[in-house]
């Protein structure tokens, strides 16, 4: 079946680095993604890794995936306040477009 | 190039009453998605078309919500006869394929609250 976990917390001082986990039961991902929410305001895509990557890097987001142990992790780089929100994974698996998401993890960057 | 935008933004209505929402694509997207999100869930699939063709249709679609898209461009979400579990945020995407782009891009969602 399709399921996607996420831990539900993550706090962090500003200027550390943070890392996002998901795990997802899908051997049939095409893709996997991330997205940022913040409150009250729509989803914004921030990057995405082809299922036969095992990392992607585009400035401060590094994305790294397991393919083998269905693990997907999105680590930012000195994180800043503003990076505080709410952050989704997501899958799309074969022969659909659906995104599949995770519940979401909300990260809080304090001083 | 606008994003995608929805209208309303928000919407109260009694319970039984009929809604509609309109999602207008970024244009030239071929690809248009409806989301359902509750609070603290994320967004759930509810059904997309690609042009005027409605591809897929997930079981959370029930008689009472039908999606068109007559024209391959803007796109209708309608709920009829509206019950308190319907409340929820409302999310529009589109994309890209035939560019070989695999990215859904959102717009900022239509709140709905039933009472």
């Known amino acids: 079946g399709e399921d996607v976990e996420q831990s539900l917390f993550l706090s962090v001082r500003e200027g550390d680095s943070s890392v996002i986990n998901c795990t997802y039961t899908d051997s049939s991902s095409t893709y996997l993604y991330w997205y940022k929410q913040e409150p009250g305001a729509g989803l914004q895509l921030l990057t995405y890794?082809?299922?036969?990557?095992d990392m992607k890097q585009d400035q401060r987001l590094t994305v790294l995936l397991n393919k083998k142990d269905k693990h997907l992790s999105l680590r930012i780089a000195d994180t800043q306040t503003g990076d505080s929100a709410i952050y989704f994974c997501?899958?799309?698996?074969?022969?659909?477009?659906?995104?599949?998401f995770g519940t979401g993890t909300r990260l809080q960057v304090f001083p | 190039d606008t994003g995608v935008s929805q209208d309303p933004r928000h919407k109260i209505t009694k319970r039984g009453q009929n809604v509609t929402f309109r999602c207008d694509p970024i244009?030239?997207?071929?690809?248009l998605y409806w989301y359902r999100q509750t609070l603290g869930q994320g967004p759930e699939f509810l059904t997309y078309?690609?042009?005027?063709?409605?591809?897929?249709k997930s079981r959370l679609l029930s008689d009472r919500f039908s999606a068109e898209r007559p024209k391959g461009s803007f796109s209708t979400l309608e709920i009829q006869r509206t019950e308190q579990g319907d409340s929820a945020m409302y999310l529009c995407a589109s994309s890209s394929r035939d560019r070989g782009l695999y990215e859904q891009y959102f717009g900022p969602g239509t709140r709905l609250t039933v009472t």
């Open positions: 078309f690609q042009n005027e063709a409605q591809l897929e």
């Open positions: 997501a899958e799309t698996v074969y022969n659909t477009d659906k995104l599949i």
């Open positions: 890794i082809f299922s036969n990557m």
């Open positions: 244009s030239e997207h071929n690809r």
